[in-house]
DNA sequence: CAGGATCCACCGTGATACTG
DNA sequence: CAGTATCACGGTGGATCCTG
């Protein structure tokens, strides 16, 4: 999916040198894709608070079955957003902690977070407008 | 850039109501959902460079099919994010602008986007590392 | 407790053809 | 030009069972 037009970052602000980011998006798409997922930033949330272990975050996230929190786990730890620690006792004991680049996408996740609570009525307002103004004797169907 | 945190950011360990998920997302699903998909963002972004016809942005955007760009540029009006604007000339003509709060996301995108930038280099260090150290002598199927 | 392995349903996406 | 309609496919995620 590569964007053939110029850099994502340096135009509205302008501040950016271009970089990587002239043919593809910086990189975002790696990001946007783990983010875009059903889980991760759930994960990523919970663990900003501190470590979890396994039980402890699907306990937290509620709906998440074990197998997308171990495949979530995992891609984050492979992309070194999550460090996983092992004990070898019995019954096993794995803790997750995010790693300082984890807390700094955190950050960056919270920012998005903070956009999403402040602009969320505005977007509720829009999809029933856009709904009265679109589909206002229309079959609902959507 | 807009993502300098404002109240969320810092409460790693408060977590406040406002918070994201845990209980509620704080309605960053729904953005979450829009921005994770494949073309959202690349549409904002190509938008945020200023007004654009329908076929301007398809162009600017290789790949992208004519259904796919209809149907995303149509979410992002039902969000409130983008406007259309058609007029009564034959053949037709429509262009796509965004609204303040379009140009408000396309801010924090940006900040993603730094973000990814920054980190991206390591991120791809922490992948290989992944490699090295899980599958070094597995039969590399991934 | 932590997580691997399988099977399966869903839906987002792409390709194509048609319309106003 | 700017869409809409239909079909087919692949990946993501859910449910379940099994292991160390």
């Known amino acids: 999916m590569s964007v053939a037009n110029t850099a994502v970052t340096s135009q509205v602000k302008g501040h950016l040198p271009a970089g990587p980011c002239g043919d593809d998006d910086c990189g975002i798409r790696d990001v946007l894709d783990r983010l875009g997922d059903k889980w991760t930033v ?6 900003s608070k501190g470590v979890r272990r396994f039980r402890e975050l699907q306990r937290a ?3 998440i079955s074990q197998r997308m929190l171990t495949l979530t786990t995992k891609r984050l730890c492979q992309d070194g957003l999550v460090e996983r620690t092992a004990y070898p006792t019995v019954p096993p004991q ?3 902690r995010l790693t300082p680049m984890g807390h700094s996408l955190a950050d ?5 977070a ?3 609570r402040d602009h ?3 977007i509720a307002a829009a999809r029933s407008r856009w709904d009265v103004e679109h589909l206002g004797d229309e079959p609902a169907v959507r």
């Open 108 to 112: 960056t996740v919270f920012g998005l």
């Open 94 to 96: 794995v803790d997750y």
């Open 42 to 47: 759930l994960v990523i949330v919970e663990l």
């Open 114 to 116: 903070d956009w999403s």
């Open 120 to 122: 969320k009525d505005a």
């Open 61 to 63: 996230i509620p709906g």
